[in-house]
């Protein structure tokens, strides 16, 4: 099985440009977060989907857009990319509601400039 | 959620035992303990979770004091593999309204030297 997979792993990205990163998962999972990480920072959640057609924004939302019109996939989009954006990005499934059992992608390493 | 603290940085010799402090003074009754780590560049991996009594699985061994203010996970023989950032994070066991979900902090960054 694979899990969690994102695409694509790497990603320069100029001021002002677009793009969406791409977040699967093969669980059949309901519930699917979308995080960032600065250097040597924690975790921060951007947006989340608890199903299929059901999303909501979470600790920073902004400059970002998410759909999840199936189960598997949440993809999340950059609209206008800042340097502030450069980041990188864990996608990640839970079966539950439950704290434990979160399953992360390995991530996407974006840089804008 | 309870806020946690944790120390930066921490060392341990191969082989030997790893005991990871968190403090969560604040706790409240229906909050869990619980414990991820991150390997470099890798997402984080779920390690272990308990609300008051002690916990065990073959990754780690989790100690709640008994009035629930602070916790140790112990890695029982520490390997290089073990060498990561480790996330205490307190919160209930799931959630019901909109907010903040699963978050992180800085955590600790153990470092396994041979």
């Known amino acids: 099985n694979a899990g969690v997979t994102q695409t694509p792993k790497f990603r320069i990205l100029k001021i002002g440009q677009s793009m969406t990163l791409q977040c699967a998962q093969d669980?059949?999972?309901?519930?699917m977060y979308w995080y960032r990480q600065d250097p040597g920072m924690g975790l921060k959640l951007i947006y989340y989907s608890v199903g299929a057609g059901i999303t909501d924004k979470g600790e920073v939302p902004n400059g970002y857009n998410v759909s999840r019109s199936t189960t598997e996939d949440f993809p999340l989009r950059l609209e206008l990319a800042a340097p502030s954006q450069t980041s990188v990005y864990f996608c990640a499934s839970s079966y539950s509601k439950q704290a434990y059992g979160y399953t992360f992608g390995s991530g996407t390493r974006l840089t804008v400039v | 959620d309870a806020k946690t603290t944790q120390p930066p940085s921490m060392d341990c010799a191969e082989g030997r035992a790893a005991n990871l402090p968190c403090n969560h003074s604040t706790i409240s009754g229906n909050e869990y303990v619980y414990w991820y780590r991150q390997i470099h560049s890798q997402g984080p991996q779920y390690i272990i979770h308990?609300?008051?009594n002690n916990e065990t699985n073959e990754m780690a061994s989790l100690i709640i004091t008994e009035d629930r203010k602070s916790s140790t996970l112990i890695l029982p023989h520490a390997t290089l593999r073990d060498t990561a950032v480790y996330y205490c994070i307190v919160r209930v066991e799931g959630w019901e309204t909109s907010g903040s979900r699963l978050t992180f902090g800085e955590g600790t960054q153990l470092t396994v030297n041979p």
């Open positions: 308990g609300l008051k």
């Open positions: 669980m059949n999972h309901n519930y």
